[in-house]
Each structure stands twice: as structure tokens, then as C-alpha cells.
């Protein structure tokens, strides 16, 4: 017989979660973490228009390189849409609904 190793679970708000499902739970505190992240949403929160991934970079101080690795993420993640104008090469981002709620807990 194989002993099966145990399943750790962590207290968070007077619940036990397994510590496997901590980071799809809780992925809000994650990306928080990561300062790019927040500039990014940031810089599209105080937007007028849509941006392009330029003007995200610009906004955010950040390299264009860095920019779009982060927006791909965000995207992926649902916090940001991507998407092209008429037949514009260029691609566009702008914040979700679930973008918007972010940053009304991490920005001040």
C-alpha cells in the first residue's frame, strides 16, 4: 500500500482552502503583486480612448517588449480586451468589467 500525501489547506477568511486552488481564488492578490501589472491597469484606467500597446508602454513607463508581455497576460486573464479596429494592424486594449473592479481595490 501507498500512503497518499496529505493535502494542504491554508485559513483564509475563516475557511480552509486547498493550497492548489489558493492561486485561482485568490489570483486577484497575485497579479496585485507584480508592479507592472498595476501600471498597466493603471494606464488604461485613465484612458480616453483605446490605447495601442505603445501607448500603454508610454503611459506606464515601461518598454514596449515589457508592455505587451503583460497585456498578453491580462488578456489571457480577462482584465483587459484586445482587440483591432476596422482593418487597423494595430491591436487595441482597453479594461473589462473585471479590469475595472481590479483596480478599484489596488489603486488608490
Known amino acids: ?5 496529505a493535502e494542504t489547506k491554508v485559513l ?13 481564488r485568490y489570483a486577484e492578490v497575485i497579479i496585485a503583486a507584480v508592479p507592472g501589472n498595476v501600471r498597466i491597469v493603471e494606464a488604461l484606467l485613465k484612458a480616453d480612448k483605446p490605447l495601442t500597446r505603445h501607448d500603454v508602454a508610454k503611459r506606464a513607463n515601461m518598454s514596449a517588449a515589457h508592455a505587451t508581455n503583460i497585456l498578453k497576460s491580462l488578456t489571457k486573464k480577462d ?24 483596480s478599484e481595490t489596488v489603486i488608490k
Open 1 to 5: 500500500m501507498t500512503e497518499e500525501k
Open 12 to 24: 483564509v477568511n475563516g475557511k480552509l482552502v486547498p493550497l492548489k486552488d489558493l492561486e485561482r
Open 79 to 102: 482584465y483587459i480586451l484586445e482587440f483591432r479596429m476596422g482593418r487597423s494592424r494595430h491591436k487595441y486594449y482597453l479594461l473589462t468589467e473585471k479590469g475595472l473592479k481590479f
